[in-house]
């Protein structure tokens, strides 16, 4: 497997000139040296094929979800890819790219192949997988998954919104969530589905977007799908049906998931703002 940089990952530029994440003390605003954003990017698809390469406003839309993981400020961000037009993409745009295997079955897969090798010495402790399709992702909601994580005893955070649109309770593309209010804006997950919501709610529509410790992530590929996992057709019960944590952070909104040409013409009409 080859991977590459526009620049090393052990160092960047901060407040203190080169940053070395084994020496340089934190300032304040810089990225945390033990956080990594990877984002999943697959060339081949069956709704949209070539969609990282779509263009939006004279930009690919991989380079656009990219400048979206940089303005979190919370870490390196790096596009892991089994395309070499993606990578090159990536690179013109002076990001970051890694190739990895072609055969991952899930974006999980390819970003634990992609933090082994951008990371062999397992200096990188928390990491955050952003999907290669959400090019209006905000900056505030990226870092909002993170905050679970401040409890040694979740294994993985990710985020949802308050549905309130009517037809996504019974639209089995919307992927439900549920679980127990353990704090304002913040649920410990029960489980997930794309079956209808019923009840009197709230109820709520999960993003995918996941922040995992790395010892939950090298776990959680090395697991054989569940039957939650092949009955729902999602693999974040693989993780809960083996007793791991997923806590949830409720967002404002759900950002726009690019997967047909339908998508990606609200996609150019947000982006134009």
């Known amino acids: 497997m080859r991977y590459r940089f526009a620049w090393p990952l052990a160092t960047r530029i901060s407040a203190c000139g080169i940053f070395d994440v084994r020496t340089c003390a934190q300032a304040p605003g810089t990225p945390m040296p033990d956080t990594i954003i990877l984002i999943p990017a697959r060339l081949a698809s069956t709704r949209l094929p070539g969609k990282p390469l779509a263009d939006l406003h004279g930009a690919p839309m991989i380079v656009h979800v990219l400048r979206c993981a940089e303005a979190a400020g919370i870490g390196d961000a790096v596009v892991a890819t089994d395309s070499e037009a993606v990578a090159a993409a990536v690179e013109k745009a002076g990001g970051r790219a890694v190739m990895t295997r072609s055969d991952h079955q899930s974006g999980s897969d390819r970003i634990?192949?992609?933090?082994?090798?951008?990371?062999?010495?397992?200096?990188?402790?928390?990491?955050?997988?952003?999907?290669?399709?959400?090019?209006?992702?905000?900056?505030?909601?990226?870092?909002?998954?993170?905050?679970?994580?401040?409890?040694?005893?979740?294994?993985?955070?990710?985020l949802a919104a308050v549905?309130?649109?009517?037809?996504?309770?019974?639209?089995?593309?919307?992927?439900?969530?549920?679980?127990?209010?353990?704090?304002?804006?913040?649920?410990?997950?029960?489980?997930?589905?794309?079956?209808?919501?019923?009840?009197?709610?709230?109820?709520?529509?999960h993003i995918g977007l996941y922040a995992y410790r790395r010892a939950a992530l090298e776990r959680f590929v090395k697991l054989p799908p569940s039957a939650g996992e092949r009955r729902e057709r999602l693999e974040q019960l693989r993780a809960l049906d083996n007793g791991m944590r997923i806590d949830v952070m409720v967002v404002k909104s759900v950002p726009l998931g690019v997967d047909t040409l339908e998508d990606l013409e609200k996609a150019r009409k947000l982006l134009a703002g």
């Open 112 to 158: 634990y192949e992609a933090l082994e090798a951008v990371d062999p010495d397992h200096r990188i402790e928390i990491v955050v997988n952003v999907q290669g399709d959400l090019p209006t992702v905000g900056g505030d909601d990226i870092r909002a998954a993170l905050k679970p994580l401040a409890d040694r005893n979740v294994d993985i955070a990710t």
């Open 163 to 205: 549905i309130t649109d009517p037809d996504e309770r019974t639209n089995p593309n919307v992927v439900k969530v549920s679980g127990r209010e353990i704090a304002p804006g913040r649920l410990h997950a029960t489980t997930f589905t794309r079956e209808n919501a019923t009840g009197p709610g709230p109820h709520y529509h």
